[in-house]
């Protein structure tokens, strides 16, 4: 993971190349996703709260069904479970990244941390960093040319924008990912 988070592209051959290696990178995911469902089902036992786990099922497995047939539209199916499993571990270094960048702006500036600039430069610094990670990856891990690699990262971002577009229109009121991602944050704010 940390060969990959940094550029260099021999980690990828850490990754193994198997179904055995997809599903132990997929677990974490879905062990996560789990037990969010279990809170946000326990928080608002209501379809709406089914709806919203399903949704964020949906945005787990989305990228790897686009990759996947992009991968195969290229001829690189041979490559794309070790390409997934490397994606799926490396993701979490994003975690990282935010946390060190966190800890250095509370370092330089406890206030920055705590304002809305703050989160700004937290959230681009995390954005920006994923997706160059996304880009990267696809690009050593499929054996893409830069073009194809950025045209695989927006396919991610494009499918991954008309699912959540697709749920604002079929539930305008819904906020179906915040929701998920923080149900005991909604039911505390919710008056008693």
């Known amino acids: 993971m ?3 988070g940094r550029g260099r592209a021999e980690g990828i051959a850490c990754f193994g190349n198997t179904r055995d290696s997809v599903l132990a990178a997929l677990a974490p995911r879905l062990a996560m996703w789990l037990v969010l469902g279990g809170l946000t089902l326990g928080a608002a036992p209501q379809a709406i709260s089914g709806v919203k786990v399903l949704f964020a099922l949906c945005l787990i497995l989305l990228p790897a069904v686009v990759t996947n ?4 539209h290229w001829k690189r199916e041979g490559l794309w479970m070790r390409y997934i499993t490397a994606t799926w571990w490396t993701d979490w270094i994003t975690l990282f990244v935010g946390l060190v960048v966190a800890l250095l702006m509370a370092l330089a500036s406890p206030r920055l941390l705590q304002s809305a600039t703050g989160a700004g430069i937290l959230n681009g610094v995390e954005f920006g960093y994923s997706l160059w990670l996304t880009w990267y990856v696809a690009r050593v891990g499929l054996l893409l ?3 194809q ?4 990262v927006l396919a991610i971002l494009g499918s991954l924008g008309l699912l959540v577009a697709a749920t604002g229109l079929l539930s305008p009121h819904q906020r179906a990912w915040h929701d998920f991602l923080y149900p005991l944050m909604v039911q505390q704010a919710q008056p008693h």
Do not use: E, I, N, P
């Open 2 to 4: 940390m060969l990959l």
């Open 69 to 72: 047939a992009l991968a195969r």
């Open 145 to 147: 040319r830069r073009g």
């Open 149 to 152: 690699a950025v045209l695989l």
